[in-house]
């Protein structure tokens, strides 16, 4: 990977810190920094969902491969349908989704077709069965009403042979598995997914299993985390609870360098809890402290660590995931994938007032709801402190409050991020 050009801030300052961050100016040196994963792998088409197409895919058929019924009715020829009133055919044959007819039909003829069944000889032409006039078992009366053509899917028509189907780079959703079979394909090319190793720093920080002495805390964040790895599609390497110890720390960071391309650590790192942390990451690569002008999450250590990015998130649980949302995941999916993925971002009517003074960009919990009149609305989704965990389990958006922004008035509109409809 390439060398980013990070530049080191002081973390200590306060919220008017004229050094901070924007969230923006973050994302982008992130991005900047990044180069997506080239190593490729072969997997079967059942294993593909969610992975990047490591190479463009060309069709080497058509789709439909032949011209076939949309309908089931009759075939015939369209410059044999009748101009005006009405005209009687003789049905010369039955033509089978997966079947090829022999008889060719000639002016007065037509064939009884289903869908999906190739064109016979001579047709070009579906009249649905519902429009036609039985007069017995051989014979059907066709009407003026019909256009030449109608009712029939051309070769090709959905994708012709040589055509480019899917970008190198794509990520592969379920309609394209099935493009993909519908031209055959029974294994894909494919990028090799990002690895990520991440641990929890903390002395306070327990095992879920263990007693809990005064003062102690179970390790949350290495659970939302596992999970928010998990939803990415990424390959997890999960190194534990870390000591905030010298030693400890020096090799969990060295081990997590040579096995990720990614590392993640939550908690301590980002603030001078302890000088050897910063002295460790320096000795390893090129890391930069920031202080974000954001709440929560302000303090956020970024950079290269031997060949792997780090992330040193915040401590908070809350913090722990907005940063990963904000950051952290369009990271793995440019990675993973070479493209960053577009934010959906939408407006809502606040139901309630909501205080703020401008200068940093607030990511409020937000609960988004209709109103009685259909009117897509939100509310915060209880208190707003960054450890208080419930409020971001019961949340289904961001409020987004940009750093402009003095306050929001009960009925004004604001930007809402939904959480499951990352584009
Ligand atoms: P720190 O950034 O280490 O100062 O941590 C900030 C706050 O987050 C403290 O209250 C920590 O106890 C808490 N914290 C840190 N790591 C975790 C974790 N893995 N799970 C739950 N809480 C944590
Ligand atoms: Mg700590």
């Given at each position: 990977?390439?060398?980013?050009d ?6 200590c300052?306060d ?8 969230v923006?100016?973050?994302r ?21 969902l ?8 060309v ?20 410059s044999?349908?009748?101009r ?7 049905v ?5 989704a ?29 009249v649905m ?5 039985v007069?017995d ?8 009403r ?5 009712n029939?899917?051309?070769?090709g ?5 040589g ?23 029974a294994?894909?090319?494919v990028?090799?997914?990002p ?7 903390g002395?306070e ?9 005064e ?35 020096d090799d ?5 360098a ?40 302000r ?9 792997a ?20 995941r369009p ?6 994938s ?9 407006q ?21 709801s209709?109103d009685e ?5 939100v ?10 965990l419930t ?5 289904n ?5 940009n750093?402009?922004?003095?306050g ?5 509109m604001?930007?809402v ?6 584009l």
């Amino acid at each position: 990977m390439s060398t980013p050009d990070l530049t080191t801030r002081a973390s200590c300052a306060d919220d008017s810190d004229p050094l901070a961050l924007t969230v923006q100016q973050a994302r982008d040196a992130i991005r900047a920094a990044l180069v997506p994963i080239q190593d490729e792998e072969q997997v079967a088409i059942r294993s593909a969902l969610g992975r990047a197409l490591a190479k463009d895919c060309v069709s080497p058929l058509d789709v439909p491969s032949h011209t076939n019924s949309a309908m089931d009715g009759y075939a015939l020829a369209g410059s044999d349908l009748p101009r005006e009133g009405a005209r009687e055919y003789r049905v010369v044959a039955t033509a089978l989704a997966g079947q090829t007819v022999s008889e060719v039909c000639v002016s007065g003829d037509c064939v009884r077709i289903m869908t999906g069944a190739p064109m016979p000889l001579g047709t070009d032409t579906v009249v649905m069965q519902e429009q036609v006039e039985v007069v017995d078992k051989d014979r059907v009366r066709i009407d003026a009403r019909h256009r030449a053509g109608q009712n029939v899917r051309q070769a090709g028509e959905d994708i012709a042979q040589g055509s480019r189907v899917f970008e190198r780079g794509r990520l592969l959703t379920a309609a394209d598995l099935g493009v993909l079979a519908s031209l055959g394909f029974a294994e894909l090319r494919v990028h090799r997914r990002p690895r990520v190793a991440f641990f929890s720093t903390g002395d306070e920080l327990r095992s879920i299993g263990d007693v809990l002495a005064e003062g102690e805390i179970y390790d949350s964040n290495r659970y939302s985390l596992y999970a928010m790895l998990t939803e990415a599609g990424v390959d997890i390497v999960d190194l534990g609870v870390v000591a905030d110890d010298r030693q400890a720390l020096d090799d969990a960071f060295h081990h997590a360098a040579r096995v990720a391309d990614v590392v993640i650590t939550s908690g301590g790192v980002s603030v001078g809890e302890a000088d050897y942390t910063k002295e460790i990451l320096d000795k390893l690569g090129d890391i930069a402290f920031w202080t974000i002008a954001m709440k929560p999450g302000r303090p956020l250590t970024f950079g290269r660590l031997g060949q792997a990015m780090f992330f040193g998130l915040p401590g908070n649980p809350v913090a722990v995931m907005l940063t990963f949302h904000q950051f952290v995941r369009p990271t793995l999916r440019y990675l993973a994938s070479g493209n960053w993925p577009i934010r959906l971002v939408t407006q809502a009517r606040s139901r309630v007032t909501l205080r703020k003074r401008p200068g940093r960009f607030e990511f409020v919990r937000g609960i988004l709801s209709y109103d009685e009149q259909g009117q897509l609305t939100v509310r915060p989704s209880g208190a707003q402190g960054s450890g208080v965990l419930t409020s971001m389990s019961r949340a289904n958006c961001y409020v987004l409050l940009n750093e402009e922004c003095a306050g929001v008035a009960e009925g004004d509109m604001v930007a809402v991020e939904p959480f499951s409809t990352v584009l």
